[in-house]
């Protein structure tokens, strides 16, 4: 009894649990207060006149939300599914695989797009849109922001997923061989299924940072190409109404509760 | 008799190169997307930056170093002469500035969050990173937004402020340098907090033990054995932090109202008011080539450990 109490006491610092409290009052603080004043009944954006859905209805109304809606899950969708795809076949070949020639050239490339500040990604990309459209006559429309996407979205599929594969016991898929599997067989009832997890994770987080992305986007899109983070952009350039407010509480919502079932499946899945 | 082994040993060779081929093979869709759309635009700014600005925007193919001479001097109108001018200069020292007192504010408080963080009991650690974690995937745009509605003159710490009189004037808290480093703080805590926990949660209690064993108090302890100890996780932090803050676009966007300047939206106004392309690419690069030395101390600082090791 006296033992774990002093290893307990070893561990504390002092003043450390104030300021890991404060830590997180200061994250959540400012997100509480605009989700609360999201519920604001009055016209002002800081005159509280009683709870309310009205602005939620006001924005969820609004044409131009809907069309911004539609191109954020759009580009999302894709640039999930395409960098998933790619991103597990990279990870497949470059995990636990005998070292094959460029190989370390290939992880510093799908590293990349995560050290190179976002905004030299934005005007890089902007620049080479505006070069295909005028040398080569290339204009995707929004699959060029679909593009963008992705490359920023392939290395962050691919990390949990490489994660998965190297914690994953090669003794398995050397069972199924001897069982007579093809490596075919073996991949896809053995390795595979074990993989799911790790994808899932992947895709979560590539749908995510897509989902959320706002300096790449705002640089590459074209006229009508306005995605949510860039409609909330434009509404605060604007005399603000709670509707703002609504609008990105339904954003912070969605992003929130996204996280916290991925985070749920991971836990039951352990 | 040598023939059928050398032959085994042939196809053995053979189908380890295929194997090779398969492998290279389906990393390729990702290299090409990453190669063709994300090295590709380095390379356009790469040029553009050598090329003259084109009037309304974009590039004129003729070459020129004047956006790289435009980053320190200004060319008279009058007799042609360069004249030093160190405007951007500032712009980029005040950006270092930010970020170095964000990284620093950061450490301090996430420090001691992620350390009483790794020694919660087990159940409980996994909510504190999932609490860490929210923020961390949460839309940057709307975090920083929500800082704005705290701290406007018309916002929540001025309209409590004035309604129990302490105050009769609003503060002025938006718009100011304070106001881009309460932002950038407050949107890369979490990257310095989770790379620290991720050390401290490793960490080998039993020196810790050994400290007190040796007559060391809390302070000593933390500082001699723990802090050492977290070293890796205290550079990635601050290079995760760094990074990013150095280059911030959105915050200094919506917090410094355009007053306050710092390098992302220096490089992104080229690209848009300022119509000056090749200026924007050549601060872009100017930007990259800093981060690339920053990135290039940290492999070789973790790469040195691991050789120790």
């Known amino acids: 009894m006296n033992k774990v109490n002093a290893s307990v006491d070893i561990k ?3 003043g450390f649990k104030a300021v890991a409290i404060l830590c997180l009052a200061m994250l959540y603080t400012p997100i509480l207060v605009l989700i609360i004043f999201a519920f604001n009944a009055g016209n002002l954006m800081m005159h509280w006149e009683g709870v309310s859905l009205r602005w939620f209805g006001v924005a969820l109304a609004n044409q131009d939300f809907q069309s911004a809606a539609r191109n954020t899950f759009m580009i999302s969708i894709v640039a999930t599914l395409v960098s998933t795809v790619t991103a597990t076949l990279a990870a497949i070949g470059m995990t636990r695989v005998k070292a094959w020639p460029g190989m370390r050239m290939a992880f510093m490339i799908i590293n ?3 050290m190179v500040p976002e905004i030299i990604t934005a005007v890089a990309t902007l620049s080479f849109f505006a070069l295909l459209a005028k040398g080569l006559g290339l204009n995707f429309g929004i699959g060029n922001i679909m593009l963008a996407h992705c490359v920023f979205c392939i290395p962050f599929a691919f990390m949990p997923i490489r994660a998965r594969l190297e914690d994953m016991d090669l003794t398995l898929e050397n069972a199924a061989a001897d069982l007579y599997a093809t490596p075919w067989q073996a991949f896809r009832r053995v390795t595979f299924p074990l993989l799911v997890p790790g994808i899932a994770s992947g895709a979560a987080l590539a749908f995510i940072v897509s989902f959320d992305d706002f300096t790449i986007t705002q640089l590459v899109a074209g006229p009508g190409q ?3 983070p860039l409609y909330i952009w434009d509404q605060t350039r604007r005399p603000m109404t709670p509707e703002i407010n609504a609008i990105s509480a339904v954003l912070l919502l969605f992003s929130i509760s996204f996280i916290i079932i991925s985070f749920l499946i991971a836990r039951k899945r352990k | 008799m040598a023939e059928p082994v050398s032959k085994a040993a042939e196809i053995a060779l053979a189908s380890q190169k295929n194997a090779a081929r398969r492998h290279q093979l389906l990393a390729m869709p990702s290299l090409l997307i990453i190669t063709l759309f994300g090295i590709g635009p380095l390379l356009v700014i790469l040029v553009y930056s050598f090329l003259k600005a084109a009037p309304y925007g974009g590039v004129e193919w003729k070459f020129s170093t004047d956006a790289y001479l435009n980053f320190l001097f200004q060319r008279d109108i009058f007799d042609d002469t360069l004249q030093f001018s160190p405007d951007y200069l500032f712009i980029y020292l005040r950006s270092v500035i930010f970020a170095v007192v964000t990284t ?17 009991p087990p159940e409980q650690r996994s909510w504190w990173v999932l609490l860490i974690t929210i923020p961390f995937w949460s839309n940057l745009l709307v975090r920083t937004l929500a800082i704005m509605f705290i701290i406007r003159d018309e916002g929540v710490i001025n309209t409590v402020l004035m ?3 302490v105050i009769d004037k609003p503060i002025t808290m938006l718009y100011t340098n304070f106001a881009i480093v309460l932002g950038l703080l407050y949107s890369y805590l979490p990257f310095m907090v989770l790379p620290l926990y991720s050390s401290l949660e490793k960490l080998d209690f039993r020196l810790v033990e050994a400290g007190f064993d ?4 809390k302070r000593r302890v933390l500082w001699r054995i723990i802090i050492p100890l977290a070293k890796p996780g205290i550079v990635a932090g601050c290079l995760l932090v760094l990074i990013p803050a150095i280059g911030a676009y959105v915050t200094p966007l919506i917090l410094g109202g355009g007053l306050h300047l710092m390098i992302g939206d220096l490089i992104a106004q080229q690209f848009g008011s300022g119509r000056n392309w090749p200026l924007g690419a050549a601060q ?8 690339m030395v920053a990135l290039f101390f940290y492999v070789r600082n973790s790469s040195g450990k691991m050789h120790h090791e």
Do not use: E, K, S
């Open chain 1, 12 to 14: 504390t610092q002092p």
């Open chain 1, 112 to 114: 990349l797009p995560l």
């Open chain 1, 226 to 228: 306005t995605t949510l």
């Open chain 2, 104 to 120: 620093a504010v950061c450490l301090i408080i996430g420090f001691p969050t992620a350390y009483f963080m790794a020694t919660r």
């Open chain 2, 163 to 165: 309604n129990w009189h």
């Open chain 2, 214 to 217: 040796l007559y060391a108090d």
């Open chain 2, 284 to 291: 872009a690069l100017i930007l990259m080539a800093a981060v």
